[in-house]
């Protein structure tokens, strides 16, 4: 059964909620977030497999891949957002053995203008490790507020995330 306090849940407790702290720290320079945040990365990802498989959200921009596509999606998410996309709260987690739950709450900010996206991260173990990611967010408010880095953009959702 899946509970808030099971070793899972404990783990993905620390790492969403660590980068929501450093996110939210006014205090920190632009670059000693980067820092701490890579920093938290490192050591959070001590539990994740080698072979870690994401899921992106999204509906034309939804695509899949390893740990190497994970931070390429990731500095592209944060580019094309101005460096304002960001976990604000978790409300929810739940974990067992195999799978665990993570309700949150994500913005980005445009023109003065901030975008909030409630999802859910779906996370798979095997034993010890954490071994897959599915972002479920509304899939065509993910597309349309990503797709502005190019309106255009017809090909691959693979391609659009490692695009330079």
């Known amino acids: ?25 006014q205090s920190l320079e632009p670059s000693e977030r980067d820092e701490k945040q890579v920093a938290h990365q490192r050591s959070a990802f001590a ?18 891949g390893g740990a190497e596509f994970t931070q390429a999606y990731g500095a592209r998410r944060m580019a094309i957002a101005g460096h304002s996309f960001r976990l604000l709260g978790v409300d929810q987690i739940l974990a067992d053995d ?7 709450l994500t913005r980005l900010e445009r023109d003065g203008k ?10 798979r173990f095997e034993g010890d490790l954490a071994v897959e990611h599915w972002e479920m967010v509304p899939g065509q408010l993910w597309d349309a507020a990503f797709l502005i ?7 691959e959702a693979r391609d659009f995330w490692l695009a330079k």
């Open 149 to 155: 880095a190019d309106l255009q953009f017809q090909g």
């Open 114 to 123: 901030a975008e909030d996206f409630i999802g859910v991260g779906g996370w």
């Open 98 to 104: 195999y799978y665990g739950i993570v309700r949150l």
């Open 1 to 25: 059964m899946m509970t808030a306090d099971h070793p899972n849940a404990l783990w993905l407790a620390h790492l969403y909620e660590g980068v929501i702290a450093i996110q939210s720290d």
């Open 47 to 64: 539990k994740v497999s080698p072979d870690f498989v994401i899921h992106t959200g999204g509906v034309r921009l939804a695509a899949t």
